[in-house]
T-cell receptor, first 111, second 112 residues
C-alpha cells in the first residue's frame, strides 16, 4: 500500500529534550516536506527536500532541522523543543509537480 | 509571500444542496491547483486537482479554474453530512522548487 508513515503519532515532551519525528514514504517520491498546522494558521511549511541531500527552508524553519540521506526518509529534528512548537505536524511527499500525499500526522506537546 | 486566500467560513448548507467553496491565489506562476478535504485531527486527503482553465468533474465534485482571474473553486453537489469537513485549497508553483502553498481552509457543515 502506498503510504507516508510518521512516528510517533503522539508525543508529550519537556522543554529542551531533543526529539526526532520520523517520516518514510514507499512511493519513490523525489519531493518530501514537513508542515505544521495550528488553529487559524493553516498548514505552514517547515522544510522541504527536492531529492536526496537537497533540503531547503520553508516558511517557519526556526527551531527545526531535517536531513535527507535516503530517498524514502525525511526525519524532522527538534534539537531543543519549546512550548511554541506544540502543534500538529504532517509529513508529505509527491512526485515533482504532482499531488501531495500526507502522513497521518504527529501531535506534539511540549511542556 | 505566495498568498492563497479562502473564506474561513463556517459555511453551512442543507443536505442535498450545492456547496460552493472559493479560493484566490496571488502568484501567476501557479500551475497546479488542488482541493484537499480534512476531517478534524486527520490528515488532508486529495479531492480534486486541476491544471487547465475550465471545469473538471469527478462524481459529485466539480473544480473550476480561471487563471485570468486567479480563482479556483470547488462545487459539491448533493451535499451529504459526511462532506462536513475543512476544505483546503493548495497551489503548486514550479519556479519556487515544487512548492505547495495552502489556504487556511473553509469549514463546511452539511445539515441533515
Amino acid at each position: 500500500e502506498a503510504q507516508v508513515t510518521q512516528n510517533p503519532r503522539y508525543l508529550i515532551t519537556v522543554t529542551g529534550k531533543k526529539l526526532t519525528v520520523t517520516c518514510s514514504q514507499n512511493m519513490n517520491h523525489e519531493y518530501m516536506s514537513w508542515y505544521r498546522q495550528d488553529p487559524g494558521l493553516g498548514l505552514r511549511q517547515i522544510y522541504y527536500s527536492m531529492n536526496v541531500e537537497v533540503t531547503d527552508k520553508g516558511d517557519v524553519p526556526e527551531g527545526y532541522k531535517v536531513s535527507r540521506k535516503e530517498k524514502r526518509n525525511f526525519p524532522l529534528i527538534l534539537e531543543s523543543p519549546s512550548p511554541n512548537q506544540t502543534s500538529l505536524y504532517f509529513c508529505a511527499s509527491s512526485l515533482l509537480y504532482g499531488e501531495l500525499f500526507f502522513g497521518e500526522g504527529s501531535r506534539l506537546t511540549v511542556l | 509571500q505566495k498568498e492563497v486566500e479562502q473564506n474561513s467560513g463556517p459555511l453551512s448548507v442543507p443536505e442535498g444542496a450545492i456547496a460552493s467553496l472559493n479560493c484566490t491565489y496571488s502568484d501567476r506562476g501557479s500551475q497546479s491547483f488542488f482541493w484537499y478535504r480534512q476531517y478534524s485531527g486527520k490528515s488532508p486527503e486529495l479531492i480534486m486537482f486541476i491544471y487547465s482553465n475550465g471545469d473538471k468533474e469527478d462524481g459529485r465534485f466539480t473544480a473550476q479554474l480561471n487563471k485570468a482571474s486567479q480563482y479556483v473553486s470547488l462545487l459539491i453537489r448533493d451535499s451529504q453530512p459526511s462532506d462536513s469537513a475543512t476544505y483546503l485549497c493548495a497551489v503548486n508553483i514550479p519556479n519556487t522548487g515544487n512548492q505547495f502553498y495552502f489556504g487556511t481552509g473553509t469549514s463546511l457543515t452539511v445539515i441533515p
